[in-house]
């Protein structure tokens, strides 16, 4: 990753087929979202910005952390049902296009957030629909539901702090 381009996802071309690939997959794709946030929280010199960047940060490692609970048991929490709040649909209508990361704004780092969460929500929502295995639907929805809850806490403060002030 540079400091001209956000990080990319990379999606397979079939979906992982053991519960340890897939729980692999989604640690990698976490830890790429944990550098990323790192990343712009060390260009950025707006503190509210920075504190918003490394709070995200700080979101993926806890990601990380279960996900490696969930390998070494070898299962998921008994309590996988994440309850969403209303869809604001928020992600399906902004658009960033940012030149250079060294200069983005509060803004624009919310909008970059909000679609890599999208992202890697929608690539664990086809994984799922491309799984022949139960227990590996399952799971990615699981990961589908995680990544909605990141999204709606980044678009609940896209709300908050963007729109409310335009």
């Given at each position: ?18 519960f340890e690939d897939i729980i692999l997959y989604a640690i990698e794709q ?137």
């Amino acid at each position: 990753m540079n400091a001209t381009t956000p990080a990319q996802n990379s999606a397979p071309t079939s979906a992982p087929n053991s519960f340890e690939d897939i729980i692999l997959y989604a640690i990698e794709q976490e830890e790429v979202e944990y550098g990323f946030y790192q990343h712009l929280a060390s260009l950025t010199t707006t503190a509210d910005l920075k504190q918003m960047l490394l709070h995200h940060a700080q979101q993926e490692k806890e990601h990380v952390a279960k996900l490696q609970q969930v390998l070494s048991r070898h299962r998921l929490p008994n309590a996988t049902r994440v309850q969403a709040n209303p869809d604001l649909h928020i992600a399906n209508y902004v658009v960033a296009s940012p030149s250079d990361l060294t200069t983005l704004s509060y803004q624009d780092a919310l909008i970059l957030a909000i679609k890599m969460e999208q992202a890697n929500e929608n690539l664990y929502r086809d994984l799922a629909n491309m799984s022949a295995n139960d227990d590996n639907r399952t799971l990615f929805n699981f990961l589908v539901e995680q990544e909605r809850k990141h999204r709606d806490l980044l678009e609940r403060e896209y709300d908050d702090n963007i729109l409310q002030q335009n």
